[in-house]
């Protein structure tokens, strides 16, 4: 009983110390050759040049709800963080919201904050609290880190499992592919690596948490993936690679919806 009482603490810590190492929020056990702040480094970089080469849309009022709808979650998302004690998590994020005048109909979130919402998906998140989903949903990737992750895995696919502060001095071109491959941008788009179903889940998951502390009625999610599964063809890589059929994630999105609704004030 003695011994017991010794090694329990003893394994406890070793196990503390070994969950140290998993991703935030969730606890799922990550692949990570790449630091949070490689990661927005590079980030930062091709935001700018994405900027860049793309137009922003003129549309005022479009324009300002992606804004408005941006910043509401990113409250939410630090109220989140800090009631969990992760507020370091957020540490180095610049947070930018831009509308971008596409007729793709996607979005993303890069690591770090750095949002791109395209004008062809607001046809289909028709109104403020539909853009909440999409950007609940992508911010949600972007904190969880699942960037990282996919970057992680093109590495190790690519490079061999070589960290990212080594392939960028040795390889900085093939690190930049990559980067790109796993936002689905540049001229690569198509072999992006997809989001697994797990990283899928938990972004919806996570998205209805934000929307819904952001103000945004998360029941909505409901009706807008039904929309979403009738876009067919159109549908960019982000949301056509989902492995969750439409079905499996409308069916989880309606059990989770009594949690999400518990952070939900009118
Ligand atoms: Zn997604």
Redesign the pocket.
């Known amino acids: 009983m003695k011994l017991l009482k010794i090694f329990v603490p003893i394994i406890l810590l070793a196990l503390t110390v070994y969950y140290c190492s998993t991703v935030p929020i969730t606890g799922r056990s990550q692949l990570s050759l790449v630091s949070a702040s490689e990661m927005n480094a590079m980030s930062f970089q091709q935001y700018t040049d994405f900027l860049n080469q793309n137009s922003l849309s003129t549309n005022k009022n479009e324009t300002a709800m992606v804004k408005r709808v941006g910043a509401n979650i990113q409250r939410a998302v630090e109220t989140y963080f800090n009631q969990n004690n992760l507020s370091q998590e957020l540490d180095g994020y610049k947070w930018e919201f831009n509308l971008v005048e596409s007729p793709d109909v996607n979005a993303w979130c890069m690591p770090g904050g750095k949002v791109v919402v395209y004008t062809g998906i607001l046809p289909i998140t028709k109104d403020e609290t539909g853009l909440a989903i999409v950007m609940g ?2 911010i ?2 972007a904190v969880a880190q ?1 960037g990282a992750e996919r970057m992680s895995q093109g590495l190790l696919q690519q490079l061999g499992g070589v960290a990212l502060s080594i392939a960028i001095k040795d390889r900085p071109q093939e690190t930049q592919n990559l980067f790109m491959t796993a936002y689905g941008i540049g001229s690569t788009v198509g072999v992006m690596l997809p ?1 697994s179903r797990t ?2 889940s938990e ?2 998951h996570l998205g209805l948490i934000f929307m819904a502390m952001a103000g945004y009625n998360p029941n909505a999610a409901v009706d807008f993936w039904i929309r979403m599964s009738q876009v067919g063809g159109q549908k960019p890589p ?2 056509l ?2 492995h969750p059929s439409d079905e499996t994630r409308i069916s989880d999105i309606k059990k989770e919806l009594p949690e999400a609704l518990q952070y939900y004030k009118k």
């Open positions: 949903h992508e949600a990737h699942h989001f990283q899928e972004a919806d982000e949301f690679s989902t």
